[in-house]
C-alpha cells in the first residue's frame, strides 16, 4: 500500500502491528525480534519485552525504507499512567532505532494523551529532542495540554468520535460538515493556529472520505490505504476547509490548563474520556496477545537451544 499511494509519513500501533506479525510474509521479522531478545538474555518476561521492542522497530524501519518522512512508533500502553515509564520506553525505541541507523528526526514516537502522556511528551521534547506524536486524543482539553507541552504532532481521532456518538445518540447518520469528530478537528485547528502553536495536527481514524474531504486544508491527515483507495477514483475539485487565515479570525478564548484544569475539563466530556480508556484497553489487549505469540517463539527457541 506505501509503495502504491506513496505517503510522505505513516504509522503504526499496536492492533496494525498485530495483524502484521501474524502475516507470514513477516516471519522474517518477528525471527529476527526474538532472536534479539534472546540475545540480550534476563528473564523470560525481559526477553519477551525487548522482542517486542524491537519487532515494532524493525517494522518502523521497513517503512522508512519506503517513505522520505517520519514513521510513528508507539509505546506500550500499559505504561499510559506512568510518565517515566513511557519517558524510558521512548529512549529505548529511539536508541534501538540508532542502532539500526536511524536518526530520531525520522521517528516520532506515539504516546496516549493522558496527562502523563502529555507530561512525558513534554520532557522527551525539551529535554532529549525526541519527537513526540499524541494519540488517543479526543477532547478540547487533551489538544490544549499538547500545545502547551509543546509537542511535535497531535493525532486527533475523527472516526472514534462519530462512532461514540452514533452510538449513544439517536442520530445515525450525519453530514460531513456536522460529523462531531470533524468539528471537534476543525475547532482545534482552530485554535493552535490562532494563538500561534507550532503543533502539527494530524486528523486521524476517519470512517469515509467524507470525514477527510471536510478536512481539507489541516496541517496532516493519516488515512487508510482503503479510504486512500476511494478518493483516487474520485476527480473532483478541492477547497479547503481549513486555513490559517479563518482561524485567526475564530473568536475562540485560550486558556491554560494545570493538571487539576485538565482533568476537570476532560473529565466533562463523557466521550472523549470513554474513548481515551477504550482506546488504552484495546492496545493494551493487542500488546499481551502480541507477547503471547512472541512467548511461544522465545519458548520454543529455548528448548532448541
Keep these: ?15 496494525l502491528i498485530l495483524a502484521a506479525a501474524q502475516m507470514p510474509a513477516y516471519q522474517e521479522l518477528v525471527d529476527d525480534a526474538v532472536a534479539y ?24 524501519a521497513e517503512i522508512l525504507k519506503r517513505i522520505p518522512g517520519r514513521v510513528s ?26 542502532e539500526a541507523g536511524i536518526g530520531k528526526d525520522r521517528i516520532l514516537i506515539k504516546l496516549s494523551s493522558t496527562w502523563e502522556g502529555i507530561q512525558a511528551g513534554k ?29 511535535t504532532l497531535i ?8 462512532d461514540w456518538y452514533v452510538a449513544n445518540g439517536d442520530k445515525k447518520t450525519y453530514e460531513a460538515s456536522e460529523d462531531p469528530g470533524v468539528k471537534s478537528v476543525t475547532k482545534i485547528y482552530n485554535y493552535y493556529k490562532k494563538f500561534g502553536y507550532k503543533t502539527i495536527v494530524m486528523g486521524a481514524s476517519f ?17 487508510s490505504p482503503k479510504l486512500l483507495a476511494e478518493l483516487s477514483k474520485e476527480y473532483v475539485k478541492l477547497t479547503p476547509t481549513l486555513s490559517v487565515k479563518e482561524a485567526q479570525a475564530c473568536e475562540l478564548e485560550k486558556i491554560h490548563l494545570d ?12 466521550m472523549a474520556v470513554e474513548k481515551l480508556s477504550e482506546g488504552i484497553r484495546k492496545f ?18 529455548c528448548h532448541l537451544s
Excluded at 73 to 86: I, Q
Excluded at 123 to 151: D, K, P, R, W
Excluded at 284 to 301: G, Q
Design 259 to 270: 493538571e487539576k484544569a485538565f482533568r476537570w475539563h476532560h473529565n466533562e466530556d463523557q
Design 155 to 162: 493525532s486527533p481521532f475523527v472516526g472514534r468520535i462519530l
Design 73 to 98: 512508533t508507539e509505546v506500550d500502553a500499559r505504561l499510559s499512567f506512568d510518565k517515566e515509564g513511557m519517558i524510558q520506553r521512548a529512549r529505548r525505541l529511539i536508541d534501538l532505532y540508532k
Design 123 to 151: 520532557v522527551l521534547e525539551a529535554e532529549y529532542g525526541i519527537h513526540c506524536n499524541m494519540t488517543l486524543l479526543f477532547s478540547f482539553a487533551q489538544a490544549v495540554a499538547c500545545a502547551e507541552a509543546g509537542v
Design 207 to 223: 470512517r469515509n472520505t467524507g470525514e477527510i474531504k471536510a478536512l481539507t486544508g489541516c496541517d496532516y491527515l493519516t488515512i
Design 37 to 60: 531478545g534472546k540475545k540480550l538474555g534476563g528473564s523470560e518476561e525481559e526477553q519477551i519485552k525487548n522482542a517486542c521492542d524491537k519487532l515494532f522497530v524493525l517494522f518502523g
Design 284 to 301: 493494551a489487549a493487542d500488546a499481551i496477545k502480541l507477547e503471547r505469540m512472541l512467548k511461544v517463539d522465545v519458548i520454543s527457541r
Design 1 to 15: 500500500a506505501i509503495d502504491e499511494y506513496k505517503p510522505l509519513d505513516a504509522t503504526t500501533n499496536p492492533s
